[in-house]
């Protein structure tokens, strides 16, 4: 707050730099988060939806999503198996984000494990 005579006091300009820093979070943060959720749902619904096994189509449309989201998920990192209807897709990757303006980086870890019964169309 400002005193009487227009100047700010040191804890109020804590606070500013506080809730930037939380605000600068956010906006590096929620977006990664939202790809993961984003990502999560299309191999939950291609687990589902898999009415003929073929393993390589199904491997290769998961990591064009990957790729079209910008996540660095590649071939060792993920497995699609299918056994007795049903699908199992497991994917680990991690990102690297900075925080604090740039200058704190902090390292994301995300894992999908889905293991879905096949809709027989």
Known sequence: MKNQQGKFSVGTLIWVLLFALAIDTCFRVIPV???????????????????????????????KKAEELELPVHEPELLVEMTDG??????????EVKLA?????????FSIDSTRPNIQG
């Not at 939950?44 to 998961?62: F, Y």
């Not at 303006?101 to 870890?109: A, F, I, S, V």
């Open 86 to 95: 049903n699908t199992h897709v497991k994917a680990d990757w991690s990102i």
């Open 101 to 109: 303006g740039g200058y704190y980086p902090y390292k994301l870890t």
């Open 33 to 63: 988060y939202v790809h993961y959720l984003t990502f999560k749902n299309d191999i939950k619904g291609r687990a589902i939806d898999m009415n003929h096994p073929n393993i390589d189509l199904m491997r290769t449309g998961i990591l």
